[in-house]
């Protein structure tokens, strides 16, 4: 799913992540990729359908939002595109 979303982000020149795997201690977790300065982006495959993973990840994702940082999810289940549409504040446009 990681794979697939920067492939898609650099085919459609669209921002790249500033990190990768950063890891938040005051959470503590560890983000799929980071945007300075908050941006989180988790990208879910299908085990974070789990009741048990949804519960944890909820929690954690909650604390982020407390402290100022900005979620977006990537769901294996849903549109890329659309996906990175809905921030393109964030990603930019498709050229």
């Given at each position: 799913m990681e794979r697939r979303f920067l492939d898609y982000l650099y085919r459609t020149h669209?921002?790249?992540?500033?990190d990768v795997?950063?890891?938040i201690q005051?959470?503590?977790c560890e983000a799929d990729f980071f945007y300075e300065p908050n941006i989180c982006v988790f990208?879910?495959?299908a085990v974070h359908d789990?009741?048990?993973q949804q519960a944890k990840?909820?929690?954690i994702r909650r604390h982020l939002k407390e402290?100022?940082?900005r979620i977006i999810v990537i769901r294996y289940d849903r549109d890329l595109e659309e996906r990175?549409?809905?921030h393109k504040d964030m990603f930019g446009v498709s050229k």
């Open positions: 669209r921002r790249l992540p500033d795997r950063r890891y005051e959470i503590p990208c879910d495959g789990l009741l048990e990840e909820g929690e402290r100022g940082y990175i549409d809905d």
